[in-house]
């Protein structure tokens, strides 16, 4: 079916969403490029954009090996729905919050509710605690004065968190770590998003309607909203600041302000959801066309219920089928995982290496928390993020660098450090998959990216 059949914007628009789409000129890459790794400090490394690869990152100086490469905060990203029950997060920078007390007794609290997580995430495998396999229960008020605060276990001083600050706009969704956390959440995102009182959303009911939508099929869908937030937010600033003509209002006059307002979000690599998404193995290559025109029309009815929320006739090509569709592979083919590690770990751990008179004492209070938990007491923060700079590194299955969290990175930020010595000028690789795969079974994940590999491995173990 043609896309403006689909899509009446598409039809209306399908000029302006080709240029939104399409790949901005390689010297404004560049000068974007500049100005971010200037505003942000890294000093160490160089984004340079090219015809064949798109973009690379070189190094400035020369790194030893685990040396910290980068770090670098995201565009946008979100917490995966079905972690929210385990770990109360920072909606902005996705530091644990509030005590250990409260995340434990918090998420006992929603299990004992019946609130049950589509668990995407399971425990740490690298180090474990001796709690019981089967959970035990606890009664409602020894949960609750964990929650209250009236309850503090032992040593948990050792593991102080941020408060809790609440959304501004009233919702109970949204928490974060500082005021200044909220304000920046809520000017750049939140506000259009937020069903509580303060929201400037169209229509709360619409949105409460695509978040039940999106956490029972794929939560990619929030994240995309979050874009789309993002810069209809930052074509509104740019209006208010006085950079259009307010006599005039048509489309050709009010579009160069949204491609202003899209251009963090054009520097990511794109293709449709659709198309680029990885063929799941239980689904046979003759029904390849079926499965992505379910993709194509999930994610159809996903936008239709987000443009009944915030639709913004000023930014209507962000509202098309084609550009909503592009924003989510953007996710699919640059997202590097968003994970914390918990506090709630650490502190068991803790209390697990104490010195055996200390630690007898403590588990007469922690143990009986520890076996409500179960094996789900490590579980960490997850979600999907968009890292600007980190996206622009290519693919090696011989990589000089990963992504690591270290022992001091306690919030959403990627982390890239050197896997070995790596010399100035040199580009800097990281790998998209298991590099210890075949050569078969290695190509043809690559594939699900567009590109074939020929890094030295490939090419030596190329039959």
């Known amino acids: 079916m043609a896309e403006a059949a689909i899509c009446p914007i598409y039809a209306q628009f399908s000029g302006e969403i080709s240029t939104l789409l399409s790949s901005p000129p390689l010297p404004q890459v560049q000068q974007y490029f500049e100005a971010l790794v200037s505003e942000r400090k890294c000093s160490g490394i160089k984004v340079i954009p090219d015809s064949e690869h798109g973009k690379g990152v070189y190094s400035q100086f020369d790194f030893e090996e685990n040396d910290l490469v980068l770090k670098d905060r995201m565009l946008v990203g979100a917490q995966h729905s079905s972690n929210k ?20 007794g918090r998420k006992l609290y929603l299990e004992e509710l019946g609130v049950s997580p589509f668990n995407e995430c399971g425990p740490s495998d690298q180090m474990e605690c001796s709690s019981s396999s089967e959970k035990i229960n606890l009664s409602q008020d020894i949960i609750q ?31 974060y770590c500082s005021k200044s956390c909220a304000e920046a959440d809520w000017d750049s ?25 999106a956490n029972e099929t794929n939560d990619i869908f929030i994240v995309a909203a979050k874009v789309i937030s993002f810069t209809v937010l930052r074509y509104r600033k740019l209006k208010q600041q006085g950079k259009h003509d307010t006599s005039k209002s048509s489309s050709s006059c009010i579009f160069p302000l949204l491609l202003e307002a899209w251009k963090p979000v054009s520097m990511g690599f794109k293709k449709r959801w659709w198309d680029c998404i990885a063929l799941p193995e239980d689904v046979d290559s003759c029904d390849e ?47 590097l995982d968003l994970v914390v590690a918990s506090p709630v770990e650490d502190y068991f751990l803790y209390i697990d ?37 980190q996206s622009c590194m290519n693919h090696s299955c011989i990589p000089n660098a990963k992504a690591f969290k270290r022992e001091e990175d306690r919030d959403g930020q990627a982390i890239i450090v050197a896997l070995r010595p790596i010399l100035k000028g040199e580009e800097i690789t990281i790998s998209y998959i298991d590099e210890d795969l075949t050569y078969e079974e290695r190509q043809e994940l690559l594939a ?5 590999c020929k890094c030295p491995k490939c090419i030596e173990e190329r039959p």
């Open 448 to 452: 699900d990216y567009g590109f074939t």
């Open 145 to 175: 004065s964990l929650m209250n605060g009236s309850l503090q276990l032992p040593y948990s001083e050792k593991f102080r968190l941020p408060s809790v600050v609440p959304c501004p706009g009233g919702c109970k969704e949204a928490y």
């Open 189 to 213: 995102f939140h506000s259009l998003l937020c069903i509580g009182r303060g929201s400037i959303a169209l229509n709360k009911d619409a949105l409460l309607k695509f978040v039940k939508h």
């Open 353 to 389: 290496d104490l010195p055996p008179s200390q630690k007898k004492e403590a588990e007469k209070i922690t143990k009986s928390f520890l076996d409500a938990l179960g094996d789900d007491y490590s579980i960490s923060c997850q979600g999907t993020a968009f890292f600007p700079l």
């Open 85 to 104: 029950i385990d770990c109360l997060v920072c909606s902005s920078c996705f530091q644990f919050i509030g005590s250990i007390e409260l995340q434990i």
């Open 289 to 335: 066309s079926d499965f992505r025109m379910q993709i194509k029309d999930l994610a159809f009815q996903s936008l239709q219920l987000l443009k009944e929320a915030i639709y913004d006739s000023e930014c209507a090509p962000l509202f098309s089928l084609d550009a909503y569709g592009h924003i989510i592979g953007m996710f699919e083919l640059n997202n």
